[in-house]
């Protein structure tokens, strides 16, 4: 059974969750952020043409880069917020505390892909990165990343 739930709750490719996996574990996020008296965040990273260097590397590449890019939003989250691969080239963070500022989040997250040199000898790699924090009580985690998307959208750079 426990080899059954790792399978469910993690992607086989980037190594992160899955969405069910953290539609499972955000209830319990809510309930420290309630309790804690603490804002609940959501962010929403997206790695601008995969599709391109899929098509343009193959998909051992492609595999390279969601996981790289797993690694390094890992890397640059707070010890305890949650990462999953959410859908094809998007990834979602699930976080107690105040929301990261998008920019800079952004280009911590870059600057770790590149630092791995998976990209060398092709086109830099970006990702767009939208975010947004309420409370626990009142927001849902689905409004919360409708608006991290669309704070995403806002930032000009949507995939």
């Known amino acids: ?50 599709r391109d260097a899929h098509q343009a590397y193959g998909k051992a590449y492609s595999d390279a880069l969601l996981r790289t890019t797993a690694e390094a939003i890992g890397r640059e989250v707070r010890g305890g917020d949650l990462v999953a691969r959410w859908e094809g080239d998007e990834f979602v963070v699930l976080g107690i505390g105040d929301r990261p500022e998008t920019e800079d989040f952004r ?36 409004e919360m990343l409708a608006d991290a998307r669309a704070d995403r959208a806002a930032s000009g750079a949507i995939s």
Do not use: C, H, K, N
Not at 116 to 138: F, H, K, M, N, Y
């Open 107 to 142: 280009l911590r997250i870059e600057d770790a892909i590149r630092d791995t040199g998976v990209a060398l000898g092709r086109w830099p790699i970006e990702v767009s990165v939208g975010s947004a924090a309420g409370d626990a009580t009142r927001t849902t985690f689905e």
């Open 1 to 50: 059974i426990e080899r059954s739930t790792a399978i469910a709750t993690a992607d086989l490719v980037s190594g992160a969750l899955t969405q069910r996996g953290l539609q499972s574990l955000a209830p319990g996020m809510g309930a420290i952020a309630a309790r804690t008296d603490r804002p609940i965040y959501v962010a929403s990273v997206d790695i601008t043409r995969l």
